[in-house]
């Protein structure tokens, strides 16, 4: 069996979708010697060092002809595996141009095989924001994917609530995305650990942690004695310090060298939601190196997981504790784990009419 997977876009630079898909085609490689293939949905994307071996193009162009030929240039025994963001793959959240192209395909062959993996599905607010007036056709372009598909996937429950109507009583796997830097095997107690917090991800992520949370970050620092923080990713502006705790820009590394760091570092942080966390390949990253899990926001959960001062710190708990709550629970979606999932719906998976 073939596999294609259709991406927004692919590193460099390292971002969520793009990297959990190659770590996904490396394991299935790696485990099966099952052989995939990218299609970018970036017509302007060129090929970086990142993709490694793996051939990947990108689409012609953001039209649904474009995208019918280059899926039928795969062949008939390629499985399919979209990976949907649609902000990734059109600026107002709305690819058409996707669904219809995948929808040609699919209705030209009736044991093609499509399986979909939401990393989103649709938007919502208020009437000033134009996520309210987009999101009906969002929901649209969402259902007829579904539809197409022959199995589903995401990674929040509460995407899996939103896909619920359109699944005709299939089963919606809720997979929490795994770290794209590596699984060690076994990891060093937080206290034998140098006393360093690392702050990776995206730009957009860690901006937010040196803008509205950089007082949370300084506060972290104190409270763990932490003596340096380690800012890894793309170039962002950022302070010296972080109180008295002075701040050093790595910029980008290759995933086996940023494992090498968190295997080290006392404690990860991140400013994000924690109702989304299970989506964030940075705390999957944090979680999986047995690093304490630092988490930044307004609000926190106290039920379900993962929880605050159980699998992330929040400003109390024992720090041990937390770290170890937390790699524990990522054990339960590890990159092995959802690669035989993957795996088995790419092979079985039937086809819709």
């Given at each position: ?12 630079p ?8 190659l770590?996904?085609?490396?394991m299935l ?24 071996p ?16 280059a ?16 902000y ?11 669904v ?8 030209r ?5 499509l399986?979909?993996a939401?990393?989103e ?17 969002q ?47 076994k990891?060093r ?15 957009g992520v860690?901006r ?5 949370f950089?007082p ?6 104190c ?26 820009h ?73 770290a ?19 795996r088995r ?9």
């Amino acid at each position: 069996m073939r596999i294609l997977q259709i991406v927004p876009t692919l590193p460099p630079p390292s971002e969520g979708v793009g990297s959990y898909a190659l770590a996904l085609a490396r394991m299935l490689e790696a485990r099966w010697e099952l052989r995939t293939s990218f299609l970018v949905g970036d017509p302007s994307w060129r090929s970086g060092a990142e993709s490694g071996p793996f051939t990947a193009a990108p689409v012609p162009a953001r039209r649904p002809e474009a995208l019918t030929d280059a899926l039928e240039s795969a062949g008939d025994g390629t499985a399919v595996l979209v990976h949907y963001a649609n902000y990734g793959y059109q600026r107002r959240g709305c690819p058409a141009w996707l669904v219809e192209g995948l929808a040609r395909w699919r209705s030209r062959g009736p044991q093609r095989r499509l399986v979909t993996a939401f990393h989103e599905v649709y938007a919502s607010g208020p009437p000033w924001h134009s996520s309210f007036w987009l999101s009906p056709r969002q929901r649209r372009l969402a259902a007829t994917l579904a539809h197409l598909s022959g199995a589903l996937v995401t990674s929040l429950e509460r995407y899996r609530e939103m896909i619920q109507p359109w699944s005709e009583g299939r089963e919606i796997r809720v997979l929490p995305v795994f770290s794209t830097v590596g699984e060690p095997e076994k990891v060093r107690p937080v206290g034998e650990r140098a006393r360093r917090i690392v702050v990776f991800g995206s730009a957009g992520v860690r901006r937010r942690a040196y803008e509205r949370f950089l007082p949370d970050l300084a506060m972290t620092a104190c409270e763990l004695e932490a003596e340096e923080i380690w800012d890894i990713g793309p170039a962002v502006p950022h302070p010296a310090t972080a109180g008295s705790v002075p701040i050093l820009h790595l910029g980008v590394l290759p995933a086996e060298k940023v494992s090498k760091i968190l295997q080290d570092s006392a404690a990860g942080f991140l400013a994000y939601p924690p109702a989304f966390l299970p989506k964030s390949t940075i705390f999957a990253a944090y979680c999986s190196h047995g690093a304490l899990p630092v988490c930044s926001w307004d609000r926190h959960l106290r039920d379900g997981a993962p929880v605050a001062g159980r699998h992330y710190w929040a400003g109390s708990g024992d720090p041990q504790a937390i770290a170890s709550a937390a790699r524990d629970w990522y054990a339960g979606h590890s990159l092995t784990g959802q690669a035989e999932t993957f795996r088995r719906l790419l092979e079985c998976t039937g086809i819709r009419a």
